[in-house]
């Protein structure tokens, strides 16, 4: 098994995940009592890594999502058994990365994430922060233009941090990392689930919109350059 995807599903993660948790913390010694600029500096330097990292591994394999992995086998792209081994790169990429966004700012290794984000509104706000994503990735995909994937996602998450009420999570292991951060970035575990369960809907719900949408275009994975059906 070719090992340079889980390899750069790892590495990208990682660095995801520490820029969402450093820049939090970072906002927050440097913007106190300022939530509303606190976001605003999460949500660019997020957008800003997204570009930084789907440019790079673009070439090997840069989804960084088990939403967005799992939606790519749906669609044909990729086997399943290859996807079930990304997802488990993903998340402990994220893993990797909370830890390091941690001691980079001097906080525990792990902390137990107190911010509890509950509610149907939150929980809807996740359903339409991944449904855009799936739909934006995709769609950018399956209409040719796959070199604009990174400032497609990058400029989705971006604007999804504000207009969605749950400041768009859309993503199982960011959530999974983001909850052993007791910072800015964090999320009660007691949340987790069913911010992740409404992240699967969404996925759902936009693997569906995006198959109504673009029924005959030829199949094709978010972020690499060629298919890995049946590796």
Do not use: C, K
């Not at 088990?66 to 790169?89: D, H, I």
């Not at 149907?120 to 040719?144: I, P, Q, Y």
């Not at 749950?166 to 911010?195: K, M, Q, Y």
Request: net charge neutral; hydrophobic share 55%; glycine share 10%.
């Amino acid at each position: 098994m070719d090992l340079r995807a889980p390899l750069a599903e790892l590495v990208g993660t990682a660095f995801l995940v520490a820029a969402v948790v450093g820049s939090g913390i970072a906002a927050t010694r440097m913007s106190p009592d300022q939530p509303g600029l606190q976001l605003l500096e999460n949500s660019l330097v997020t957008g800003a890594a997204l570009v930084a990292l789907i440019l790079a591994l673009q070439p090997v394999s840069a989804s960084f999502n088990p939403v967005v992995t799992l939606v790519e086998a749906a669609l044909g792209a990729l086997a399943w058994r290859r996807a079930g081994v990304l997802v488990v790169t993903q998340v402990a990429g994220g893993l990797i990365g909370v830890v390091v966004a941690n001691l980079m700012f001097g906080l525990p290794v792990v902390s137990a994430a107190s911010h509890v984000r509950e509610g149907a509104g939150l929980w809807l706000g996740e359903v339409v922060a991944t449904l855009g994503l799936v739909l934006v990735v995709f769609g950018a995909l399956r209409s040719g233009r796959g070199h604009s994937v990174a400032y497609a996602v990058a400029g989705w998450i971006t604007a999804a941090y504000w207009f969605t009420s749950s400041t768009s999570f859309a993503n199982p292991a960011v959530t999974l990392a983001r909850a052993l951060s007791d910072s800015f970035a964090g999320i009660a575990w007691s949340s987790v689930p069913a911010f992740v369960l409404a992240q699967l809907v969404g996925g759902v719900l936009g693997l569906l919109l995006v198959r109504a949408l673009f029924p005959q275009a030829e199949l094709a994975g978010p972020v690499r350059r060629t298919q890995e059906v049946g590796s």
